[in-house]
């Protein structure tokens, strides 16, 4: 197996920066828009075959360091009794939303292997096709699950989320405590399949300030950290439009802190030593300019973290639906180059 | 005229802390509610009498320190050419994008006069109604419209902004150029009808990381700070989910930064010094809570600037459509009591 992204997230020499993208199996790949134009996402996810085909594309087609699961991270809901679909240009939309105690109390309880089999069978299937290069699974963090259950889908305003966790926040922090430990028994079962580093998403945790990060979310991060450590992975934590939570975040105890594209990775660093490894953060939107600008953005990149340690390269966010393949593997090539040439 | 506001925003002696709120004049009110369930958000803004009345509600029945005049940041679209609606749930909508050099060029000339003759008029009727609190004047900064006219709406992701910003950087600043002359002249009409202060909302803004931001929006933000100045009102520049640009914002030359409830203002205080006025930034989420919930955040917001120098009191963000108006007024009572006490 190559190892680079594996050492470099746990702080070991690498020869070169360690690449892969989020959404690097997306609409921007020809097979993929083949499969979708017949299946659903969600039909793809729970089908190991097709989420293994999914998996490989961007694998076969560039010099990325890893793959990355074919899943979601509203899979588990299901397995909560939870009703959820995912909506072309919404995300998920789950009817009756959990906004009472009453309702959190009746969250079935989690069985990965019962609800969500067919990811650990994908991770399986991929790792007998493919034995180079060392593949990721995710899971979303505890707020985010909440806020896309309380909400009903994605939400601006976050309004429910707010009223929950300030009017009745006993039942806000149960339901975190039940999202923990499904999340844990979720990422473990990846782990268990084959999974080399697993990401915490915690797309929207960016709505809270510090302190009720501090009081509602942190305390359920240290218990995934604590339950997840058995299973010896690198964990990484990707926060996006948390610049104001950065600071805290990388002091969680996971490998990894996945940083999106607003923040300085070079401010990061001088702030939070080299104990952990920083991913990413070149603007997804930069994928789309010509390559000269794409280079010299990439340039500017890498220019933050100037050692090149502990430092993984990935976009700030997912590729874009628009890009241009031949830009992924211009990226890739170059991160990959630089990395080498400079150490 | 109540000075308090005014006062505190050029750093000048006030009793006690000032305070208004964010969208104060908005659903959560029942005389807003009864108006709104006969005309649409547009049909209100273009008729001064309409706009006037929504504007004097929450002044009326709160002892807020300014009223703000009822508009929406997408008004001036129409005086550039640029067909739009207001659409409920969804925000502005724009049938057709702004993404070529040759719409840009062929934008209107923008006359704040001639198209958006009304807001002023809403003013000019605000001041000969109510002589006591002083009325803000608005307008959405020059990003923020850019992104709007590029997407067509709001947008979780920002493509086709990030693609023009990369690809075509000529024809975005251009853009951006138009829409600041339009921004200057729609400020400053406001400002003759009888504005005391102004803020401009930059809402969209923190999609950019720090040096695209340097690059594509500080230049704009400094002619327009410059194409204000002779109109002697203090400008409140507001940007939300823009943590990592709030210190370079804060050296913008404004009177004001307002800051939403993510970030400390402490922190803000020490880094920026107090040249600069800071508005902020209770969660709005809070005034869903219980009333002793309600205080200890409110109190906690407080406590961030315990010399209570160069704060303006507002929240983080607009009132939530499920507020008490109780809970306003609360609010709005123990911020001057605090205020008043620890001086």
């Not at 959820?84 to 939303?97: E, K, Y």
Request: aromatic residues 8%; contains cysteine; proline residues 7%.
């Amino acid at each position: 197996m190559r190892r680079r992204l594996i050492d470099a997230l746990e702080g070991q020499p690498v020869d070169t920066i360690p690449i892969w993208l989020m959404r690097q199996a997306g609409r921007y790949l020809p097979g993929y828009r083949a499969l979708r134009a017949r299946h659903s996402i969600l039909e793809i996810a729970r089908t190991p075959d097709l989420a293994c085909e999914v998996t490989l594309e961007p694998v076969r087609r560039f010099d990325v360091d890893a793959a990355v699961v074919f899943a979601d991270i509203t899979l588990p809901f299901a397995g909560l009794g939870v009703d959820f679909s995912i909506d072309p240009g919404v995300g998920p939309v789950i009817p009756r939303p959990i906004r009472t105690a009453a309702q959190v109390e009746a969250l079935r309880p989690f069985d990965a292997r019962a609800s969500v089999p067919f990811v650990g069978q994908a991770i399986e299937r991929y790792r007998a096709a493919e034995h180079d290069r060392p593949i990721i699974g995710f899971a979303g963090a505890p707020f985010t699950l909440a806020s896309y259950l309380i909400e009903g889908g994605p939400s601006r305003e976050y309004a429910e989320t707010k009223r929950l966790l300030y009017a009745e926040p006993r039942t806000f922090d149960r339901l975190l405590d039940r999202l923990t430990e499904a999340t844990i028994d979720y990422l473990a079962r990846q782990a268990e399949a084959g999974a080399a580093a697993l990401q915490l998403f915690d797309t929207w945790v960016g709505t809270l300030g510090l302190r009720r990060y501090e009081r509602h979310v942190v305390p359920f991060l240290e218990r995934l950290r604590d339950g997840l450590a058995p299973w010896k992975r690198p964990v990484i934590y990707f926060a996006t439009g948390a610049s104001h939570l950065l600071e805290r975040a990388g002091r969680l105890g996971f490998a990894a802190l996945g940083v999106d594209w607003r923040e300085s990775l070079g401010r990061l660093r001088r702030r939070l030593g080299d104990g952990v490894t920083l991913q990413g953060n070149l603007d997804p939107g930069a994928l789309l300019a010509g390559r000269a600008t794409l280079e010299a953005e990439a340039r500017a990149v890498l220019a933050e973290i100037p050692d090149h340690d502990r430092h993984v390269f990935n976009l700030g966010h997912g590729v874009l639906p628009a890009t241009d393949p031949e830009r992924v593997n211009a990226l890739v090539e170059l991160v990959h180059e630089e990395g080498t040439a400079r150490r």
